[in-house]
């Protein structure tokens, strides 16, 4: 069992920067692969980022490359998500899921936090 919660979130201007965090409960977070999604309202959950257990391989969705960078640090049981360059689009509520495969798909992630939101003002 894995306890998920997101933290950092805000209100920042266009061009701006945030960093996400999610800290994971329970001794065997070094073993899953970790996942950002986000959900604007009235769309469906998006993939962000993910990141494999050791950190070695990481992933983005398109609208995020070059933008977002996601790491963790299995001493300190959390994941992080530096956000650059962000822009009104990026306005949603932010997730990380713990699963096995770090992939696009969320049916894949067994665990969830609760989100924290983004709001990028123009």
């Known amino acids: 069992q894995v306890q998920l919660v997101e933290s950092g979130g805000g209100l920042v201007q266009t061009g701006g920067s945030l960093r996400l965090s999610c800290a994971a409960s329970?001794?065997?977070?070094?073993?899953?692969?970790m996942g950002w999604f986000r959900q604007a309202p009235g769309k469906e959950r998006e993939f962000v980022a993910a990141?494999?257990?050791?950190?070695?391989?990481?992933y983005y969705g398109d609208s995020v490359k070059g933008r977002f960078t996601i790491s963790r640090d299995n001493a300190k049981n959390t994941v992080y998500l530096q956000m650059n360059s962000l822009q009104p689009e990026d306005t949603a509520v932010y997730y990380c899921?713990?699963?096995?495969?770090?992939?696009?798909?969320?049916?894949?992630?067994?665990?969830w936090g609760q989100g924290t939101q983004v709001t990028v003002s123009s």
């Open positions: 899921a713990a699963g096995t495969t770090p992939n696009s798909f969320s049916s894949n992630y067994d665990y």
């Open positions: 329970g001794r065997t977070f070094s073993s899953y692969a």
């Open positions: 990141v494999t257990w050791s950190g070695g391989y990481t």
